[in-house]
Structure formats: structure tokens, C-alpha cells
């Protein structure tokens, strides 16, 4: 026999009332902690930013450039993601990685599962001729160990330490916990732009601009709304993000070439 919620006695009712919004809570937490990758559309001095949010002790984050049975460079996000369908593996997340030459080849570091394909990249350019020469450029790195970290390109080698997969680009957007100050507030240069911190050794933190926006709005975003000491910009204009069930944020897609080098999370290999 059923009793109406309104037949419940009066103490017992209350009791209810109490542990009902506890109960929603536990539900709405374990919901969270289910999700592999975390996203959430931001807005940030009025301005909408994609921040994707990723933990390292529960996911994998690697990078790819070239498949590795045609040596071909994947060039986009979509030819990478079917890659891993043909290899039983769903992608949960992937944004392009840093700046690359007119050959189509990272600029600067770049090592794939331990290898490095590119060696560090020192040389001081014209900071006219791009924004990997607007010093200082970093390094994003995760260590065999599996944690990550945003050093600043000296910083990295002065260190010496060997990583698994590491992308070097630029500009340093934040440093040691302060703005890079090569940056202007009212600067009229507005492009998509994307970066990445290590909030922690193994929270890694992406963002990309749903509309142009100047350095110094994007520094400020990871600085003061992510909360990162050290945030390295990947690259502008052609930057785009995918989240599994989402879809693609950032760039539209005319704007994007092809990627030389692409950051992703996947799932492991379903039997």
C-alpha cells in the first residue's frame, strides 16, 4: 500500500524537504564526475569563450601530426577523428596545436609519444613576421610521469627534462602568474585565438574565442577567469576545438587550413 506524499506524517515530510535538495546535489555531482572531459561556454569581458577542462590522472591527452602507417599529416580535425573510429577509439576532445611554417611543419618543438620530430626552436625572429617571435614563446608539455606543464621556451631547456608529447608556440600569454607585457589593452588586433595552462600537474585547461579578440582579453581570461600562473597562446584565426557531443567551437570553418600537429583525447579500444 502506497501512502500520499500529503498522508506522510509531519516530521517525516520535513525530513524529506531536507534531504531531497542533498540528494539532487549527490546526483548532479556524480553526473560531473562521469564526464571525461569537462566544457562550458564562458563569458569573459563579454566575450564567449569554449573552456575545456581536462584531468590527466583519468584521461589521456596526446598529439598527432602524421598517421602513422601513411606517414600523411592528418591536416584536420574530422580526418584524425575517423582515424580513431577505423581504430575503435570515439574522440572526446581536440583543438589544434602550435604554429607551423609555409611546409606545413610545427615551428617550433614538437614531440610525439617520446619522439622529437622538431627540435626547440631558440631562434629571436621579427615580431612583425608572426607571433611565435613576440617573445617569450613556451613550451606545453606532459612528462612520462603524466603530468603537464606551460614553461617558457628558456625555462624548458634551462630544465633539460625528457617529455612524452610537447608543443612549443607563442606568445606567452601569462607568466609566472602576470600578463606578458608586450601586450596592449586597447590593441585593435582581434583574431580567433586558442591556449592552453596546466592549472595544475594534472588539470589542463584549453580555451578558444568564439569571436576576435586582442592578446591582452585572452591573457586576462586565463589569468584572471581560469586562473592559471602560466598560459601559452597556440595559435589564431584558424584555431577550432571538438567536443565530443558538442561539436566544433571557435573558428568558422572557412577560416581553418590545415593543422600541423593536433591535440586529442580518446577513448581506449573498444574490443
Same mark, same amino acid.
Request: net charge neutral; proline share 7%; with cysteine.
Given at each position: 500500500?502506497?501512502?500520499?506524499?500529503?498522508?506522510?506524517?509531519?516530521? !517525516?515530510?520535513?525530513?524529506?524537504?531536507?534531504?531531497?535538495?542533498?540528494?539532487?546535489?549527490? &546526483? &548532479?555531482?556524480?553526473?560531473?564526475?562521469?564526464?571525461?572531459?569537462?566544457?562550458?561556454?564562458?563569458?569573459? +569581458?563579454?566575450?564567449?569563450?569554449?573552456?575545456?577542462?581536462?584531468?590527466?590522472?583519468?584521461?589521456?591527452?596526446?598529439?598527432?601530426?602524421?598517421?602513422?602507417?601513411?606517414? +600523411?599529416?592528418?591536416?584536420?580535425?574530422?580526418?584524425?577523428?575517423?582515424? *580513431? $573510429?577505423? @581504430?575503435?577509439?570515439?574522440?572526446? /576532445?581536440?583543438?589544434?596545436?602550435? =604554429?607551423?611554417?609555409?611546409?606545413?611543419?610545427?615551428?617550433?618543438?614538437?614531440?610525439?609519444?617520446?619522439?622529437?620530430?622538431?627540435? !626547440?626552436? $631558440?631562434? @629571436?625572429?621579427?615580431?612583425?613576421? *608572426?607571433?611565435?617571435?613576440?617573445?617569450?614563446?613556451?613550451?606545453? &608539455? =606532459?612528462?612520462?610521469? *603524466?603530468?603537464?606543464?606551460?614553461?617558457?621556451?628558456?625555462?624548458?631547456?634551462?630544465?633539460?627534462?625528457?617529455?612524452?608529447?610537447?608543443?612549443?608556440?607563442?606568445? $606567452?600569454?601569462? =607568466?609566472?602568474?602576470?600578463?606578458?607585457?608586450? /601586450?596592449?589593452?586597447?590593441?585593435?588586433?582581434?583574431?580567433?585565438?586558442?591556449?592552453?595552462?596546466?592549472?595544475?600537474?594534472?588539470?589542463?585547461?584549453?580555451?578558444?574565442?568564439?569571436?576576435?579578440?586582442?592578446?591582452?582579453? /585572452? &591573457?586576462?581570461?586565463?589569468?584572471?577567469?581560469?586562473?592559471?600562473?602560466?598560459?601559452?597562446?597556440?595559435?589564431?584565426?584558424?584555431?577550432?576545438? %571538438?567536443?565530443?557531443? +558538442?561539436? %566544433?567551437? *571557435?573558428?568558422?570553418? /572557412?577560416?581553418?587550413?590545415?593543422?600541423?600537429? =593536433?591535440?586529442?583525447?580518446?577513448?581506449?579500444?573498444?574490443?
Amino acid at each position: 500500500m502506497s501512502i500520499a506524499p500529503g498522508h506522510l506524517p509531519l516530521r !517525516l515530510r520535513r525530513s524529506l524537504r531536507r534531504l531531497l535538495p542533498l540528494a539532487f546535489a549527490l &546526483a &548532479a555531482g556524480c553526473d560531473h564526475q562521469a564526464q571525461p572531459v569537462m566544457s562550458k561556454e564562458e563569458i569573459f +569581458e563579454k566575450q564567449n569563450f569554449r573552456v575545456v577542462s581536462i584531468d590527466l590522472k583519468r584521461e589521456t591527452l596526446s598529439l598527432h601530426w602524421k598517421d602513422p602507417e601513411s606517414g +600523411e599529416p592528418y591536416g584536420t580535425i574530422n580526418a584524425l577523428r575517423q582515424w *580513431g $573510429m577505423s @581504430h575503435n577509439r570515439r574522440m572526446l /576532445f581536440a583543438a589544434n596545436a602550435g =604554429i607551423y611554417d609555409r611546409q606545413f611543419a610545427p615551428l617550433g618543438l614538437y614531440v610525439e609519444d617520446g619522439k622529437t620530430a622538431v627540435p !626547440l626552436n $631558440m631562434a @629571436h625572429g621579427n615580431p612583425a613576421s *608572426g607571433n611565435f617571435s613576440l617573445l617569450p614563446n613556451g613550451v606545453f &608539455a =606532459i612528462y612520462p610521469d *603524466g603530468h603537464a606543464a606551460v614553461q617558457t621556451s628558456a625555462a624548458f631547456k634551462a630544465a633539460g627534462k625528457p617529455v612524452q608529447w610537447a608543443s612549443q608556440s607563442g606568445p $606567452m600569454l601569462v =607568466i609566472d602568474g602576470k600578463l606578458n607585457d608586450q /601586450f596592449i589593452d586597447d590593441s585593435n588586433s582581434l583574431k580567433w585565438r586558442s591556449g592552453v595552462c596546466a592549472k595544475t600537474p594534472h588539470h589542463v585547461v584549453f580555451a578558444v574565442s568564439e569571436a576576435p579578440v586582442n592578446f591582452h582579453t /585572452f &591573457a586576462r581570461l586565463f589569468k584572471e577567469d581560469i586562473g592559471c600562473r602560466d598560459a601559452l597562446y597556440l595559435d589564431g584565426t584558424i584555431s577550432q576545438f %571538438y567536443v565530443d557531443g +558538442e561539436g %566544433y567551437a *571557435g573558428a568558422p570553418t /572557412f577560416m581553418v587550413k590545415p593543422y600541423a600537429g =593536433i591535440f586529442a583525447v580518446f577513448t581506449q579500444p573498444t574490443p
